[in-house]
């Protein structure tokens, strides 16, 4: 089952020195992950962009997808796979 995230709180993610992605922080939990898959979107360029870096994540208690916003540098969770 999948739970989409509405609003697509922001999380903080930590990253090394070489620039994997290795934790993040939600709801006051810290999660080491492994990223397994990512990808990039960009549409929208004619009225309001958006450029999205995605990131499937699996760690010991949760399998998400996260996103970093190319346009302001925020990070967020959109979905939470069970």
Known sequence: MTRLMREHPPIDVEIDRAGARVAF???GRREQVEVCNRWR???GWWSQPI???YFKV???HW?????RDGIDGTWHL?????
């Open 78 to 82: 959109e979905r939470l796979y069970d």
């Open 41 to 43: 979107v960009e549409e």
């Open 51 to 53: 450029v999205r870096d």
């Open 58 to 60: 699996a760690g010991d």
């Open 63 to 67: 399998l998400a997808l996260v996103y």
């Open 25 to 27: 922080r939600w709801n």
